[in-house]
């Protein structure tokens, strides 16, 4: 059964064409890799997954009802969202940022409980963002800022997971550490989504790869087929050479 | 680095709380001449209406100035100040740039514009609800008209803000005096229209009290519930929107609450400036940004700002004429070189 499905999306701005056509899927248990040049529709695909943006044509469903029908809060404690920039202009320390991700869980007026609280450590210690969770997402490196951002979306205990360029800014260590925590996630049962440019790390780690070009889904399969020599070329302009003993090279923990 | 240091909010509202009931005390008690703190007490007592000595005579006068002159422009110093702060601390929320504030967005100069036209077309003699409401008018005409010019994107960037707020402030400014100046030979209304725009609170009675306290409430009990969201707001609108809120229309709600109390004050009060941009500033100092503890951090300080301002107005020599608008500008500016210094050092505003 597919958690999340877009059929037939398309998008316009202006005179430009951002999307046109897109069909995507998300089903439990996979880690999709969402992948394209710059400009090639990623980040807009992912605002209409979210509903943060509506389509011209097309529809999103959610656990096979259509998404603008969801309940707000109910939506977000389905599908969560990692942003590609950092985001507040406030002295926020990144726990009180991640506490946030517990806002779907209790209305409007109601104060957070022991659980909530207990959720916010535990999608802290997950990103190891312990050591800094009580500094001013100010004073932190991009990369530490990233690490907020994710565990604010394992805060909403969402199944759905959608992730714009989270391994941006991160060291290799923790940017495996990342990729690794989201396939246990996926092996647990989540379905998550990586729109990234990341592609060496990400492409030993996904289930599936959509590969966008020009608004349009160009390859919708395995890693293996989906980066072939012949659509590395199409979609990124790049000949493909063959592996060398110095990189790509496979890194563990 | 170290961890951000956060005072516990509880006992700060509790402390700000004793604070505000003991100046509102000694504002109550302290004067250039007349009734003073001793005779706070016996004034309250009162004396039998057939005692015509003139001691109770003197009583009876006592009376009146505490509950009559000086307990109305108290409340109007109370809530105003503590509407302008929380009205500061919902648009620098809503437009995700610390440097909002009714003055800045133009919401202040729209709500004195519409309350102007109120007195310049003599709407105040027929309800004394009427310059509040024009005030509101006034206050959303022009904060909407900001909010689209400004707003592109959603993303309200400061020099974007700076140039809306700015160019809508100068329409504004240049239409209020226009209507002061048409209407010039109506000396009555027009100088009323220009000491209120001064600011200052003078002359308040308890029909300005009521407006000014009922205006706080009913908007700030649209707010507070509304903390969570305000914090939401902060982030970028498909994050907001993520966490299960719609970023766009909650902005709109809350920005008219905003309007609504820096309408209900300026109404009563004229300009006033900087307390909605610098009370929000030391407020998230002292107990960080979260809304749940900033909203009454801050209506607090910035009710304990107006009343001390206005106290030293009252204190202050009669022939100094100490406006109300100078001692917040003297004691805002200072603040904000403050912020600039930090801001300098690479901390957030």
Known sequence: ?253 | MGQTMRWPSTRIVLVLTAALFATALLYLGLAREGAGLGDILSALRGVDEGDLSPAADAVRIDRYVFLQIRLPRLVVAAFGGAALAMAGVVMQAAFRNPLASPDLVGTAAGAAFGGALAIVFSLAGIAVIAVPLCSLAGATLVTALVFVLAGAHQRFSTSSLLLAGIALNTLVGALTAFAVTFTFDNYTASSRVLFWLMGGLESRTWDHAWITMGGFLLFAAGIVPRARELDLLTLRDDSAHSLGIDAAKVRRVLLWFACGLTATTVANTGGIAFVGLVVPHLARLVVGPTHRALLPTAALLGALLLVVSDLLCRLAPADANLRLGVVTALLGAPYFLFLLARHRRGEAL
């Open chain 1, 1 to 253: 059964m597919n958690a999340l499905a877009a059929k037939n999306l398309s998008l316009q701005r202006g005179k430009r064409i951002v999307l046109d056509g897109v069909d995507l899927t998300m089903r439990p248990g996979e880690l999709v890799l969402l992948a394209g040049r710059n400009g090639a529709g990623k980040s807009t695909l992912m605002r209409l997954l979210l509903g943060a943006e509506r389509p011209a044509k097309g529809t999103v469903t959610l656990h096979d009802r259509p998404l603008a029908e969801w309940p707000a809060l109910a939506r977000a404690r389905e599908l969560a969202f990692v942003p590609q920039e950092a985001e507040s202009h406030f002295e926020f320390t990144g726990r009180e940022l991640v506490t946030m991700g517990r806002h779907p869980h209790r209305a409007r007026s109601m104060s957070l409980q022991p659980d909530d609280f207990a959720a916010v450590e535990r999608a802290l210690s997950a990103v190891d963002a312990l050591p800094f969770a009580d500094r001013a997402v100010t004073t932190l490196s991009s990369g530490e800022q990233r690490r907020i951002a994710v565990a604010r979306a394992l805060a909403t205990e969402a199944q759905l997971l959608l992730l714009d360029e989270p391994t941006s800014n991160l060291d290799l260590e923790h940017a495996l550490q990342l990729v690794v925590l989201l396939k246990k996630l996926a092996a647990a049962g989540r379905g998550v989504l990586i729109a990234s440019h990341d592609l060496n790390l990400l492409a030993r780690h996904c289930d599936r790869v959509v590969l966008l070009h020009e608004g349009r889904v160009f390859a919708d399969a395995s890693p293996e087929q989906a980066f072939s020599v012949a659509n590395m070329a199409t979609v990124f302009g790049v000949q493909s050479l063959a592996p060398s003993s110095y990189f790509p090279r496979d890194f563990s923990l």
